[in-house]
């Protein structure tokens, strides 16, 4: 599977709430940096990924850019909280076939608020 069919399976399963195919895309060591919350294992930010979807109410992508080693998606997160969108950028490393590094960027500003 290429970057940009893997890239597109994870972002179309955690959107969809299929978090056991997310997972799938994963490495094990997953290095995960985002606005709130870092993680370094796959098994540990697809839990907190969980509690998030539940605040959505849909997910839009906007734009989408692959290489080989990596692809950067900029969407909005339609959240049920007092964030309302959240415009979000997100770039992955690639690497053996499975996403090695994740990193999310938005305004968290009203969700550290509501935390």
């Known amino acids: 599977m290429g970057t ?6 994870y972002h179309r399963a955690w959107t969809a709430g299929d978090f ?3 997972r799938e895309c994963l490495a094990d060591n997953l290095d995960f940096r985002g606005s709130i919350d870092t993680f370094s294992t ?6 907190a990924l969980r509690g998030f979807r539940q605040m959505l109410r849909g997910v839009t992508l ?22 309302g969108i959240l415009r979000t950028a997100e770039f992955f490393r ?20 509501a935390k």
Not at 62 to 83: E, I, K, M, N, V
Not at 94 to 113: P, Q, T, W, Y
Request: hydrophobic share 40%; glycine share 6%.
């Open 94 to 113: 690639v690497s053996n076939g499975k996403i090695e590094s994740i990193r999310l960027v938005f305004d968290a500003s009203e969700l550290r608020k």
């Open 4 to 9: 940009r069919q893997l890239i597109d399976r």
């Open 42 to 47: 796959a098994d540990a930010f697809i839990e």
């Open 20 to 22: 056991t195919t997310a």
């Open 62 to 83: 906007l734009q989408g850019y692959h290489d080989r080693q990596g692809a950067a998606l900029l969407y909005d997160c339609d959240t049920a909280s007092p964030a």
